[in-house]
């Protein structure tokens, strides 16, 4: 069986860009805000 990759829509990439590039996140930090994995923002 395989997994299906999950879609974010444009307006949660958006929100994790400026977490990390405009406040001054960590990836890590971001991620763990966002609650999702940190590959996702990798």
């Not at 307006?11 to 590959?39: C, M, P």
Request: charged content about 30%; proline content about 0%; overall charge positive.
């Amino acid at each position: 069986m395989t997994k299906k990759r999950k879609n974010y829509t444009q307006e949660f990439r958006d929100s994790a860009v400026k977490l990390i590039t405009e406040q001054g996140y960590k990836i890590t930090e971001a991620a763990r805000n966002l609650g999702v994995n940190v590959s996702v923002l990798a």
